[in-house]
């Protein structure tokens, strides 16, 4: 599995100057346009969402812009949603080392995301609250788009031929057998609602607490064993472009993923926002906070909407979401580009932090010569870090004195998350 992972190097210090041209280097093909609309209706007030734009890998470099956008769906209050919203993405870009190109800091992404997820968690359950939330987080840099999850917000891709692809894992209880399966190995237990008579009604949930998802940020009253290590998926787009369509559960459980997709297309996202809200309204009307994102990808040359597909599918519709090396790919990328072919680059979605933190104990290395926890980003003395691996039998070649380094208290928490010891932190 750490072979998977796209791991972190070392590297010294890099030169301003230095590290701009050697993103105009890798520039190889022109950026693509990035528009994006949003609707919502509220029943409850705890959706969120957030939208950046004008991030720069490096500070000044126009050439390394990338976007944000995520949705943030609450529970039992939205205390969490708005912590989430105003946190992980610093959390994230703090866990990605400097003076790195753009390749390698894309190749930094799906463990970043996962140690500025468990950071958020862990930050916002120190606070004593008992909310939850969800989070689809997605991040566009030109053609590769990364999204990371938990909870059952979705994403999904919506490509020029038709074809239509989920980014996103939902962690359902109801839905996901896996993660009923981790859970009840943690120490949950899940089950129905029993009411008067012992019938039992509704989706399975967690106890205690009676939480229908897996994974989370927060939820802290709970247990441990709902945890906030998200699924990630990276790919990277052909020169067609693609359309984004990133909301909440109000939007999913009255529309399919197909039933949004082509309510909308052929319209601009603004417009897309607001129809594919308008649909699932009239399906099922307000029974939920309902929020959407539509994110379009564009071509630079022609820089204008996506247009409906062709109403005949190309006999190469099987090949649209293909996974494949980066050479191999990109061979496929340049022969197939025309029909929207989309290469997979990156998917991982265990739940256990040994497995997603990897091997490479120089990533976690600070200027200073100290090492870092590869979670909280603190600086460890060589006495006082302890190895994500120290204990683990997920991977035998692992060494428990070999890096990513953990503080106590991170170490506390994974070893809560793994159902080892119960979690430290008391509900206020």
């Known amino acids: 599995m750490a072979s998977r992972e796209g791991r972190r190097r070392h590297h010294n210090l890099v030169p301003l100057a230095a590290l701009i041209n050697q993103e105009m280097r890798n520039e ?11 609707a919502a209706q509220s029943r409850k007030g705890e959706d969120y969402f957030l939208i950046k734009t004008d991030y720069q890998r490096i500070p000044g470099n126009s050439s390394s812009t990338f976007s944000v956008f995520a949705i943030f769906d609450g529970h039992n209050g939205n205390a969490a949603a708005i912590f989430t919203r105003e946190n ?14 753009r390749e390698e800091w894309l190749q930094a992404l799906p463990r970043a995301l996962v140690a500025g997820f468990v950071k958020t968690d862990k930050e916002f359950q120190s606070r004593g609250e008992t909310s939850g939330t969800t989070a689809t987080f997605v991040i566009v840099d030109g053609w590769t788009v990364t999204v990371a999850s938990v909870g059952d917000s979705r994403c999904i891709l919506d490509t020029q031929g038709g074809g239509i692809s989920s980014l996103t894992v939902d962690h359902r209880l109801e839905e996901n057998a896996e993660e009923r399966e981790r859970v009840t190995a943690s120490g949950g237990e899940v089950g129905r609602l029993s009411i008067v008579g012992g019938a039992e009604i509704g989706p399975l949930r967690c106890w205690p607490g009676g939480l229908c998802l897996s994974r989370s940020i927060g939820d802290m009253d709970v247990g441990e064993f709902i945890v906030p290590i998200p699924y990630v998926k990276q790919v990277k787009l052909s020169n067609v472009g693609g359309r984004l369509i990133i909301a909440s559960d109000g939007i999913w459980d009255a529309l399919s993923s197909e039933a949004a997709a082509k309510s909308c297309r052929g319209l601009p996202a603004e417009l897309a926002a607001r129809q594919v809200v308008k649909e699932a309204l009239r399906t099922r009307g307000l029974k939920d906070d309902t929020t959407c994102l539509v994110v379009d990808i564009i071509p630079p040359e022609n820089s204008r909407e996506l ?14 979401f293909r996974r494949g090396s980066h050479d191999s790919a990109n061979k496929l990328s340049k022969k197939f580009s025309s029909i929207g072919i989309v290469e997979e680059l990156f998917e991982e979605g265990s739940a256990m932090l040994a497995e997603r933190l990897g091997n490479d104990d120089s990533a976690n290395q600070s200027t200073s010569g100290l090492f870092m926890c590869a979670v ?24 428990p004195w070999q890096g990513p380094f953990l503080c106590a208290e991170c170490r506390n928490k994974k070893d809560a998350m793994e159902g080892k010891r119960p979690s430290g932190v008391k509900v206020a």
């Open 376 to 399: 909280c980003q603190v600086d460890l003395a060589p006495s006082e870090g302890i190895s994500v691996h120290a204990g683990s039998i997920f991977s035998t070649s692992s060494k």
């Open 88 to 101: 992980l993405l610093s959390h994230v870009l703090g866990a990605i080392p400097r003076g790195l190109g």
């Open 307 to 320: 247009s409906p597909p062709p109403k005949k599918q190309n006999k190469l519709r099987a090949l649209l």
């Open 28 to 38: 190889k093909m022109e950026k693509p346009a990035v528009r994006y609309g949003y």
